[in-house]
T-cell receptor, first 111, second 109 residues
Framework: KAGVTQTPRYLIKTRGQQVTLSCSPI?????VSWYQQTPGQGLQFLFE???????NKGNFPGRFSGRQFSNSRSEMNVSTLELGDSALYLC??????????FGQGTRLTVV | GIQVEQSPPDLILQEGANSTLRCNFS?????LQWFHQNPWGQLINLFY???GTKQNGRLSATTVATERYSLLYISSSQTTDSGVYFCAVESGSARQLTFGSGTQLTVLP
């Protein structure tokens, strides 16, 4: 089975722009979660989707949003980028909870 | 929310040495997982271990849920074991992992 695939791997954006990150889960997995990793805050939960429904959301501003498609692929969007949004964004998939498998992440730099 | 504390924050070993990493959590958990973050940033799942003991090669893990801690043992460490080890828990009805701050392991040749 192919692993979790995140695209793109690297991104450089300017303050004020928006960005969309993509995550393709392991085949058959219906749950996709997103996490932000920064040196100062560590790994923080953004949101979790299951069968196209957001089941849980972390403590992030409304500029962070996401969605899941019928094939379980997920996207997250960050609008009006700020310097503090520079981070490694990690996506995890699981069958419906339980053991989580992570992708290689998207490293976002906001300048 | 639940608190997850990992110790030690940093650990430096000579190749071949053994080590124990600890994870304490503040409330009952549905599941607990150990991850190794490789140099490219990917989190590799080492163990899914809400309770009991599991072994995988040179690595083993024990979770004592009633006492709210988990231990990750690395035996005969190798330089490729270097990296950051994270413990993460899921608690209550929240479908999210709460991560500890990690243990930075450096194995010297």
């Amino acid at each position: 089975k192919a692993g979790v695939t995140q695209t793109p791997r690297y991104l450089i954006k300017t303050r004020g722009q928006q960005v969309t990150l993509s995550c393709s889960p392991i085949s058959g997995h219906r749950s996709v979660s997103w996490y932000q990793q920064t040196p100062g805050q560590g790994l923080q939960f953004l949101f979790e989707y299951f069968s196209e429904t957001q089941r849980n959301k972390g403590n992030f501003p409304g500029r962070f949003s996401g969605r899941q498609f019928s094939n379980s692929r997920s996207e997250m969007n960050v609008s009006t980028l700020e310097l503090g949004d520079s981070a490694l964004y990690l996506c995890a998939s699981s069958p419906g909870g339980g053991k989580a498998f992570f992708g290689q992440g998207t490293r976002l730099t906001v300048v | 929310g639940i608190q997850v504390e990992q110790s030690p924050p940093d650990l430096i070993l000579q190749e071949g040495a053994n080590s124990t990493l600890r994870c304490n959590f503040s409330d009952s958990v549905n599941n607990l997982q150990w991850f190794h973050q490789n140099p490219w940033g990917q989190l590799i799942n080492l163990f899914y271990i809400p309770s009991g003991t599991k072994q995988n090669g040179r690595l083993s893990a024990t979770t004592v849920a009633t006492e709210r801690y988990s231990l990750l043992y690395i035996s005969s460490s190798q330089t490729t074991d270097s990296g950051v080890y994270f413990c993460a828990v899921e608690s209550g009805s929240a479908r999210q992992l709460t991560f500890g701050s990690g243990t930075q392991l450096t194995v010297l040749p």
